[in-house]
């Protein structure tokens, strides 16, 4: 392709360095620049946001099914069957739920307590994985068990072993309406717990699920289901399965991702404004290149009208500049993806970059390269490359030949 030969010999003629040598060096450099920043940047928000969802999923249900009506207390029996013939549910479990009041001694703090029922067969997640001290241990038939997290346990100055006594939220409106002494119930604690969530091991406290309907008087009803999939990247898809099923005006049907969605827009909105931010960089390399393009043309007024009257359409010449533009956006742009590849591998192979691991549940700055989030920098810094040669292109293309040589 003769266009794309000529375009690389003006890219690759230029040995003495006057202005446009400098400018599209500058473009090339700039561009590189951007795309590495970008590779980077990218990369470590997913390192940090694999880091996040790894941690709540290793606590958080796939599923979680609950109760949002008092009618659906009466159907949540017919959701056990519907759980129970999904093929992608490995396991489900009841859980009841509620506010309480936890009190030792002359501290008290307000909580969310769970009851959940043991899962003999699968302890790698939830509050069974994550015990420091003492044991996952919530069936006793002499006492009532109860789990803490590390900071509740530490503001209420108990330990493994220690006595407290918990009233339901329930119990305490109710009082206040009859005038009668609230039922409290005392709970031996069994375990701490640390999940490396300030939401949760700051206020979330558990215990079985026959002691959680004692306390908040429900009998033997639930108020939900907590489901494990095969896979939680499709809970999406199951969620939808199950709300063609199950009557959403009784219960409410979240996903893992639901449960935390604040946190995960926040998250978006910071990749998303990084993002925008570096490509800036590239706004600016390319800029460099529509400059550098620009002054070529009419450096090269003389060799286009030369072209012209050997017989070179129009056409042709708009595809010269139009190469020699992308060529330097695909130089930049290789160079770039190379040099943000090799960063990222040394700091997942070496980890250069170190966390401090008293104040960070990583020792390291986590960093995860993702094949869409190469090909996505790519394509955007060639398009932008792409749309800064047309000008310049369609004006080499419309140069008339007499201006072009009438005075060589």
Not at 80 to 95: A, D, N, R, W
Not at 199 to 206: I, K, L, P, Q
Request: with cysteine; net charge positive; hydrophobic share 45%.
């Amino acid at each position: 392709m003769i266009e794309f030969f000529i375009a690389k010999r003006y890219l690759k003629a230029k040995r003495k360095m006057n202005f446009i040598t400098i400018i599209s060096l500058l473009s090339t450099i700039g561009i590189t620049i951007g795309v590495a920043a970008l590779v980077i940047v990218l990369s470590v928000f997913n390192g940090f946001g694999s880091v996040v969802t790894s941690i709540m999923v290793s606590f958080d249900p796939h599923i979680r099914i609950s109760v949002i009506d008092e009618k659906g207390f009466a159907k949540i029996s017919s959701v056990e069957g519907i759980l129970h013939q999904t093929k992608e549910v490995t396991s489900y479990s009841p859980f009841v739920d509620g506010k309480a009041i936890l009190l030792n001694r002359k501290n008290y703090e307000i909580v969310n307590l769970k009851g959940i029922q043991i899962n003999e067969k699968d302890r790698s997640w939830g509050v069974a994985s994550k015990i420091i001290s003492g044991s996952f241990d919530l069936n006793d038939d002499q006492s009532e068990k109860i789990i803490l997290g590390l900071p509740l346990a530490l503001r209420l100055s108990s330990r493994v072993g220690d006595t407290i006594t918990v009233t339901s939220a329930y119990n305490i409106e109710r009082t206040i309406t009859t005038l009668s002494i609230p039922r409290t119930r005392r709970f031996v604690v069994s375990g701490i717990f640390e999940s490396n969530n300030k939401d949760y091991d700051g206020s979330s406290v558990f215990t079985s699920v026959a002691g959680a309907q004692k306390l908040f008087g429900l009998k033997d009803q639930i108020t939900g289901y907590e489901i494990r999939l095969n896979d939680f990247h499709n809970a999406d898809k199951i969620k939808n399965e199950l709300q063609n099923k199950i009557d959403t005006r009784f219960f409410s049907i979240n996903t893992w991702y639901d449960l935390h969605k604040e946190l995960y827009n926040v998250m978006m909105i910071e990749r998303w404004g990084a993002y925008i931010l570096l490509c800036l960089i590239i706004a600016v390399a390319v800029f460099n290149i529509f400059a550098s393009l620009t002054m070529t043309v009419i450096e090269k007024k003389k060799d286009i009208g030369v072209l012209r009257s050997m017989g070179v359409n129009q056409n042709s010449i708009r595809k010269i500049f139009m190469f020699e533009g992308l060529l330097v956006g695909v130089i930049g742009t290789v160079i770039g993806l190379i040099l943000g590849i090799v960063v990222c591998y040394l700091q997942i192979k070496y980890n250069f970059y170190p966390l401090d691991a008293s104040k960070y549940i990583i020792n390291a700055m986590p960093v995860e390269v993702r094949l869409s989030d190469i090909f996505a920098i790519g394509l955007m810094a060639l398009l932008m490359a792409f749309i800064a040669a047309i000008y310049p292109a369609k004006r080499a293309a419309n140069t008339k030949i007499i201006d072009s040589i009438k005075y060589e």
